[in-house]
């Protein structure tokens, strides 16, 4: 298991901006495909963004098209959720996790593939 450390949530007015970071342990992390998810109170966790291995590829649900950009920095052991235009539906609690799969190799990921998940950053936006 990677060890998983997100930080950068905080309360932001509708139509501002976040970035999220999560800082990974360990010499492997080129070797994992990382994730962001995020849970509303009441809600089930849903997927957000995933990018692969070397950063080539990245996956958005619909929602976040357009608004956020995952990246990630390979020789930092860090992977980044940009949040622009951020709305009030937005407001969750955000965790990164990471996977030894790679994104669509060869198959589409799941969220049991990923096998080790942070602590989350709470993400509160006012209207």
């Known amino acids: 298991q990677v060890q998983l450390v997100e930080s950068g949530g905080g309360l932001v007015q509708a139509g501002g901006s976040l970035r999220l970071s999560c800082v990974a342990s360990?010499?492997?992390?080129?070797?994992?495909?990382m994730g962001w998810f995020r849970q509303a109170p009441g809600k089930e966790r849903e997927f957000v963004a995933v990018?692969?291995?070397?950063?080539?590829?990245?996956l958005y649900t619909d929602s976040a098209k357009g608004r956020f950009t995952i990246s990630r920095d390979n020789a930092k052991n860090t992977v980044y959720l940009q949040m622009n235009s951020v709305k009030p539906e937005d407001t969750a609690v955000y965790y990164c996790?990471?996977?030894?799969?790679?994104?669509?190799?060869?198959?589409?990921?799941?969220?049991?593939?990923?096998?080790?998940w942070g602590q989350g950053t709470q993400v509160t936006v006012s209207s």
């Open positions: 996790a990471a996977t030894d799969r790679d994104v669509g190799d060869p198959r589409p990921l799941r969220q049991s593939d990923f096998g080790s």
């Open positions: 990018i692969s291995r070397r950063g080539i590829k990245t």
């Open positions: 360990g010499r492997t992390f080129s070797s994992y495909a």
